[in-house]
Structures are given as structure tokens and as C-alpha cells.
């Protein structure tokens, strides 16, 4: 499956229902994906904002990814605070994964032709 066709609700609910074989000791059709997590490293504003243009995101768009508000997305951009661990993390993961990267990125742009979309209706 190309990175650019993964539709994120089928990907979450068949990864669930691997995770339910997996426990349930069926591991024939169960794929296990490591990822070693190092220390949180320091996201400085630069990089929150470098990160946020390379996915084509909005400050709203990125805080609604990260689970945050336009206003802290705004503060992390002008260095007034820094992210919290779990912003940091999932950056971090980006950061480090192109496809993660590619996978946010996508589900972005689709989001934002449904948008444009809808304002046609």
C-alpha cells in the first residue's frame, strides 16, 4: 500500500484488530513494528514551524494534528513556550520517519480538499 492511498481509519482499525489477534495468541496475520524511542530532544520554535510548512499545514491544521490550540501552536513558533512531551514525541516521530511524516501529510491535504470542497457546495 502506497503512502500516498492509506486511509487512516481503515489503517487504525485493522492495526486493532491485529492488536485483539495478537493478545488473543494469533500472530499468523499479525505485523509487529518496532520503533526504539530515544530521549525527547529539544523542539525549538524553527523547527515547529519548519516541520509545520513541510506537512503544508495551517497553525490550526498542525494543532489540530497534535492535539493542540492555534494560540499554543502560535507560542511554540514565536519561542514564548515549547512543546509539551506529547507534542514532542509525536514531532519527534516525524522528524525521524519520512513515511510517518508522509502519512500526516497526506491526511492533511485530504483534509483540505474536503474543506475546499464543501465551500463549493
Known sequence: MSMKNINFESFL????NQLNEY???NT???????YKLRD?????FA???ELRKDLNATQKTFGDVLGV???????????????????TRLMQLMLANPSIKQSFKQTIENENLTKREKSFS
Open 69 to 87: 490550540s492555534t494560540r499554543t501552536v502560535e507560542s511554540w513558533e514565536i519561542g514564548r513556550s515549547l512543546p509539551n512531551g506529547s507534542a
Open 23 to 25: 493478545t488473543q495468541g
Open 40 to 44: 525527547l530532544p529539544e523542539i525549538d
Open 47 to 49: 523547527l515547529v514551524k
Open 28 to 34: 499468523e496475520h499479525v505485523e509487529v513494528v518496532t
Open 13 to 16: 482499525e485493522e492495526s486493532v
